[in-house]
């Protein structure tokens, strides 16, 4: 269940990368997922979800891109892409 | 709705300690290697023969990783080598941190061999770089051939299979060549060696397989990372 170490290091790295951007909320995180990563989307989703609930990055959604080893991919990637931000303001507006 | 970039790797602190790590094992020309099996597939008991078979020159050091118990620990201190055992207390895999502080203040002599034993499990310690220059993957005849199959990911990572308690294959319907074959469907360069603790069959061939990845590790002088090929 190493899946949800994985989870908090997302959520880590999105706390960081907030503090860039202070006048907004994140809503959603992109990763890729290699198929030899050694980890199930399934579980991670899970994870993540139970990580998130009740705090204030809730509702937060994880998005995965599964890759296989073709077309540039290695196969075995376990990165984080991109981060989804609104305006805080406009968000409680 | 702004989409910033982040394009880094999500266990980037990980990899961080475990280049750190790999840097100061390059520097002493200390060849470290991560056996990463199921529980039961001999992996303890594959280093306790290797430890009784290496050259007595050899300044070699384990760090062993369970969830919990100093059992394998203790079984192989007996071969008069340093031997750490780190208890995860629960975590399915080592992480390079865990390694790093095992390793900090323990050995004052440059090793030639660190052996890594990582926790039984065939999926979760694939994430984890620990500095190694090679993961070891430990398939016993006792489980299915089709393993490679169903975990992929180290089958892909490792530089070398060993194939475990072949004097059973007797007395188990296991196909070593189908297994064979279904390690290479994965990884085409997998090198594969079948080993038993028991008869010491394989063990000169593994024997030599150390011998001579410590002489190109000394030769190339530099990291040689892992072994994940970009297809």
């Given at each position: 269940?190493?899946?949800?170490?994985?989870?908090?290091?997302?959520?880590?790295?999105v706390h960081?990368?907030?503090?860039?951007?202070?006048?907004?909320?994140?809503?959603?995180?992109?990763?890729?997922?290699?198929?030899?990563?050694?980890?199930?989307?399934d579980s991670?989703?899970f994870?993540?979800?139970?990580?998130?609930?009740?705090?204030?990055l809730?509702?937060?959604?994880?998005?995965?891109?599964?890759?296989?080893?073709?077309?540039?991919?290695?196969?075995d990637?376990?990165?984080?892409?991109?981060?989804?931000?609104?305006?805080?303001?406009?968000?409680?507006? | 709705?702004?989409?910033?970039?982040?394009?880094?790797?999500v266990?980037?602190e990980?990899?961080?300690?475990?280049e750190?790590?790999?840097?100061a094992?390059?520097?002493?020309?200390?060849?470290?290697?991560?056996?990463?099996?199921s529980?039961?597939?001999?992996?303890?008991?594959?280093?306790?023969?290797?430890?009784?078979s290496?050259?007595?020159?050899?300044r070699?050091?384990?760090?062993t990783?369970?969830?919990?118990?100093?059992?394998d620990?203790?079984?192989?201190?007996?071969?008069?080598?340093?031997?750490?055992?780190?208890?995860?207390?629960?975590a399915?895999?080592?992480?390079?941190?865990?390694?790093e502080?095992?390793?900090?203040?323990?050995?004052?002599?440059?090793?030639?061999?660190?052996?890594?034993?990582?926790?039984?499990?065939?999926?979760?310690?694939?994430?984890?770089?620990?500095?190694?220059?090679?993961?070891?993957?430990?398939?016993?005849?006792?489980?299915?051939?089709?393993?490679?199959?169903?975990?992929?990911?180290?089958?892909?990572?490792?530089?070398?299979?060993?194939?475990?308690?072949?004097?059973?294959?007797?007395?188990?319907?296991?196909?070593?060549?189908?297994?064979?074959?279904?390690?290479?469907?994965i990884?085409?360069?997998?090198?594969?060696i079948?080993?038993?603790?028991?008869?010491?069959?394989?063990?000169d061939?593994?024997?030599?397989?150390?011998?001579?990845?410590?002489?190109?590790?000394?030769?190339?002088?530099?990291?040689?990372?892992?072994?994940?090929?970009?297809?």
């Open positions: 269940m190493h899946e949800m170490g994985i989870a908090g290091s997302v959520l880590d790295a960081q990368e907030l503090q860039k951007y202070p006048q907004h909320r994140a809503t959603k995180v992109a990763l890729r997922i290699g198929e030899f990563a050694g980890v199930d989307p991670l989703q994870c993540f979800e139970a990580l998130v609930k009740g705090t204030p809730e509702p937060l959604e994880l998005e995965i891109e599964w890759c296989r080893p073709k077309d540039g991919r290695r196969g990637e376990l990165e984080l892409a991109h981060l989804e931000l609104e305006d805080a303001q406009e968000a409680v507006a | 709705m702004n989409r910033v970039a982040i394009e880094r790797k266990l980037s990980n990899d961080r300690i475990a750190e790590l790999r840097t094992l390059n520097g002493t020309d200390t060849l470290s290697l991560n056996f990463i099996g529980p039961g597939a001999g992996k303890t008991a594959l280093l306790e023969r290797t430890l009784e290496l050259p007595r020159h050899t070699a050091a384990v760090l990783g369970d969830i919990q118990t100093e059992n620990a203790n079984r192989l201190r007996r071969y008069g080598y340093p031997v750490r055992q780190i208890t995860t207390g629960g399915c895999h080592l992480d390079a941190r865990m390694v502080t095992h390793l900090r203040n323990w050995i004052e002599t440059d090793l030639d061999l660190l052996l890594i034993e990582n926790v039984g499990n065939l999926v979760c310690p694939t994430s984890y770089d620990l500095g190694e220059d090679a993961k070891v993957v430990v398939l016993s005849v006792a489980e299915g051939e089709d393993k490679p199959l169903k975990y992929p990911g180290i089958f892909r990572k490792a530089e070398l299979m060993l194939l475990t308690k072949v004097d059973l294959l007797p007395h188990v319907p296991f196909n070593p060549e189908l297994a064979r074959e279904n390690a290479s469907r990884h085409p360069e997998i090198e594969i079948e080993t038993s603790y028991t008869t010491g069959a394989g063990f061939r593994w024997l030599n397989w150390l011998a001579s990845r410590a002489e190109r590790k000394k030769a190339a002088g530099k990291p040689s990372g892992e072994a994940v090929t970009t297809a």
